[in-house]
């Protein structure tokens, strides 16, 4: 039982220190262009993206179709996955603005609430999401960042963890289709 408590702590104590150490979304404030999150997530988008392990191995790919909108401070991302394997899924995330570049939001697959902040051309967006796993469901964190590279194309890389421990990261590019 002490070893168990001595490991949790340990893990609790590591966690909080990566936590630390990792890069903060003030300091893309000066980068160009400016992520307006209301407006690039508008309308009809593609994303292309691969899962890999810990190791680095590409374990699954997949391609989404988002449509999104927005009423005042609300949005809807609806969100369409294909897997390499021929599986779907759909999410629906439910966005709410809090004003000074703050948002927060809400999945059917996602435990709580996401907290996310934009600052000049990044989003960093944490929650926790349940995860279908070979018949359990885990509860597993996403650390999620976003890069604006011009009014179409973003990128997106989010670590997952359990319990502090790197599970695999998720990358994507989202395309966003002409009006």
Request: proline content about 2%.
């Amino acid at each position: 039982m002490q070893r168990r408590l001595l490991l949790t702590a340990g893990l609790a104590g590591a966690a909080t220190l990566a936590g630390c150490a990792g890069p903060q979304v003030a300091q893309y404030a000066s980068e160009k262009p400016v992520l307006d999150l209301r407006q690039y997530f508008n309308g009809t988008l593609d994303a292309y993206g691969i899962f890999t392990d810990r190791s680095g191995a590409v374990v699954k790919r997949f391609t989404v179709v988002m449509r999104c909108t927005w009423n005042g401070e609300e949005g809807v991302l609806d969100e369409d996955f294909v897997y390499s394997d021929g599986t779907t899924q759909k999410r629906i995330w439910r966005l709410k603005h809090l004003g000074d570049g703050r948002y927060t939001g809400r999945a059917d697959d996602v435990v709580g609430e996401a907290l996310g902040e934009t600052r000049g051309n990044a989003f960093r967006w944490g929650y926790t999401l349940a995860l279908p796993v070979d018949g359990k469901v885990w509860e597993v964190q996403f650390d999620d960042w976003m890069y604006l590279m011009d009014d179409r194309v973003m990128l997106n890389k989010a670590e997952m963890s359990k319990f502090g421990i790197r599970l695999g990261e998720v990358t994507l590019t989202f395309v966003k289709r002409a009006p």
